[in-house]
């Protein structure tokens, strides 16, 4: 499995998906793989090819707290750049690309404050982290997501 995640931690709580892929990583999990950059791009079309499920995590502006979790489709890009992707349009890549045929989901971990030049995620959003680490380690360690669809390994 992949886990990919985004952000800038000079930004505040924007910093939440590095923060989780650093926390993940220290977590050493059999069979997972961590990213982290600033945004999704078309590079990272790759790297979900050589994986059957992926994760995209990010710091959600808005949205439920602490944070929220769903499937999300490959898409066509139909932008001019491909400067900044969407985790839709980096999976639909990955498929047109490199046939991938996998299971994508995002997890949007709630932020609070996205201040510029701020390099310290808010004590809320430090809760928020914490929540979305125990819920997406225990998922991947057991493949339940507890009560969304479980990913399931693919043959």
Known sequence: MLVLAVGNPARADDGLGP????????L???????????????????????HPIVVFVDAAAEGPAPFAFARVEPAADTSFT?????PGIVLGLARDCFGWQGEGWILGIR???????????????????EAALAFLAEGLRSGTFMGWPAPRELT
Request: proline content about 4%; charged content about 20%.
């Open 82 to 86: 491909t400067h900044g992707l969407t």
């Open 111 to 129: 932020g609070v404050s996205f201040e510029p030049f701020v390099e310290r995620l808010t004590g809320e959003a430090s809760a928020h982290l």
């Open 28 to 50: 050493a999990l059999p069979g997972v793989t961590v990213q982290a950059g600033y945004q999704f791009d078309a590079e990272d079309a790759w790297l979900v090819a050589r």
């Open 19 to 26: 923060a989780l892929a650093e926390a993940l990583e220290r």
